[in-house]
């Protein structure tokens, strides 16, 4: 099992829709949960991250987490063409340096 | 967010050569980075972590003594690819860790082995 899963898409959805991302990860012992968004040909950049149960928003974005179901889902509202990118979950077990990445969802805003 | 610069940005290089990429913390100090590689429409993948002062841990699968690293201040960390291949063309990146918990990716450099 996948230390973290990621659909890869791709997920296509009209500009101006909610984009929904999700993503599951297998170890309950996991402290801090990370949404990265990466064009094609760049490297990461980390949007948004989340570490109690609940909601947090950021803008347009919206993180979820929930330790219980043990998933971290990241929603974009009122998507934008340049919302097109590739969206990687990031687990990071304890303090320190162990993190595990998703192999991605590659997101579409369809003008 | 925390600032990561990589250089070069891009470097291309001749069978054999050996190249050497810098990833540097701009407004921070960064004990712990890291060094992924990842290749066209692929995941990232993890090749090292990078701790100040100490020897770099690599991943299963990554040759130590091909990719060398260094991590000799707070604010820098090098990866010396040697003796470079074509199979060794990638997307080099490095990341630093801030606060333990965020990690904060730089550009990125495109090596191009010929």
């Known amino acids: 099992q996948k230390e973290v899963e990621q659909n890869s898409g791709p997920l296509s959805v009209p500009e101006g829709a909610i984009a929904s991302l999700n993503c599951t990860y297998s170890?309950?012992?996991?402290?801090?949960f990370f949404w990265y968004r990466q064009y094609s040909g760049k490297s990461p950049e980390l949007i948004m991250f989340?570490?109690?149960?609940g909601d947090k928003e950021d803008g347009r974005f919206t993180a979820q987490l929930n330790k219980a179901s043990q998933y971290v889902s990241l929603l974009i509202r009122d998507s934008q063409p340049s919302d097109s990118a590739t969206y990687l979950c990031?687990?990071?077990?304890?303090?320190?340096?162990?993190?595990?990445f998703g192999t991605g969802t590659s997101l579409t805003v369809i003008p | 967010g925390a600032v990561v610069s990589q250089h070069p940005s891009w470097v291309i290089c001749k069978s054999g050569t050996s190249v050497k990429i810098e990833c540097r913390s701009l407004?921070?100090?960064?004990?712990?980075m890291f060094w992924y590689r990842q290749f066209p429409k692929q995941s990232l993948m993890l090749m090292a972590t990078s701790n100040e002062g100490s020897k770099a841990t690599y991943e299963q699968g990554v040759e130590k003594d091909k990719f060398l690293i260094n991590h000799a201040s707070l604010t820098l960390s090098t990866l010396t690819v040697t003796s470079a291949h074509p199979e060794d063309s990638s997307f080099y990146i490095c990341?630093?860790?801030?606060?333990?918990?965020?990690?904060?990716f730089g550009p990125g450099t495109r090596l191009t082995v010929t």
């Open positions: 990341s630093a860790l801030v606060w333990d918990y965020e990690q904060y």
């Open positions: 170890d309950r012992g996991s402290q801090s």
């Open positions: 989340i570490y109690s149960n």
């Open positions: 990031a687990v990071n077990r304890n303090t320190g340096n162990q993190f595990y």
């Open positions: 407004d921070f100090q960064a004990t712990t």
